[in-house]
T-cell receptor, first 114, second 109 residues
């Protein structure tokens, strides 16, 4: 276990549904990330939060809406998704300022949009 | 666009042999490199990192080599074991971390 948990592990939703992905880290880190992992493509950074403030939005469509209520929790709210949004969504955390940039990843949520 | 890539999408290695996974990067300003391992059904897991002021770093059964002249990074796994089966991908950092596509390592019995 990496200390980063994600729920649900699997999610199937229609294009008109609204759902949320949850991430929780138990490592005391102050930076959290959302990544999208599609088949045969590199990890795509979506959002970065540092000390609960969003510091990066990598041109992500507005149908993805992140929320970071505190340094331990990160949500990704989904609405009116498209089939091409089907992918593995990974959450990660790190501790800024420790010299390294190691990110600790959760197991991911496998999302299928019908 | 993607600046980090791997030479082979799949690598098959006999159990007990050494594995070498390669990665090319294009940003000469990158100053930090990381190798991750991703097993089926799991998120990526940090293996080893190296800064641009080094050309070699060793961990437990793993060695990372950095050749800045040709912008090449490699991961060597000694005495490959069945538990090493996974997708391995490198990442580089300049102002942000960029990940490569990954190489799937198959272990042959």
């Amino acid at each position: 276990e990496t200390g980063v948990t994600q729920t649900p592990r699997h999610l199937v939703m229609g294009m008109t549904n609204k759902k949320s992905l949850k991430c929780e880290q138990h490592l005391g880190h102050n930076a959290m990330y959302w990544y999208k992992q599609s088949a045969k493509k590199p990890l795509e950074l979506m959002f970065v939060y540092n000390f609960k403030e969003q510091t990066e939005n990598n041109s992500v469509p507005s149908r993805f809406s992140p929320e970071c209520p505190n340094s331990s929790h990160l949500f990704l709210h989904l609405h009116t998704l498209q089939p091409e949004d089907s992918a593995l969504y990974l959450c990660a955390s790190s501790q800024p300022g420790q010299g390294g940039y190691e990110q600790f990843f959760g197991p991911g949520t496998r999302l299928t949009v019908l | 666009g993607e600046s980090v890539g791997l030479h082979l999408p799949t690598l098959s290695v006999q159990e007990g042999d050494n594995s070498i996974i390669n990665c090319a990067y294009s940003n000469s300003a990158s100053d930090y490199f990381i190798w991750y391992k991703q097993e089926s059904g799991k998120g990526p897991q940090f293996i080893i990192d190296i800064r641009s002021n080094m050309d070699k770093r060793q961990g437990q059964r793993v060695t990372v080599l950095l050749n800045k002249t040709v912008k090449h990074l490699s991961l060597q796994i000694a005495a490959t074991q069945p538990g090493d089966s996974a997708v391995y991908f490198c990442a580089e950092k300049d102002d942000k971390i960029i990940f490569g596509k990954g190489t799937r390592l198959h272990i042959l019995p």
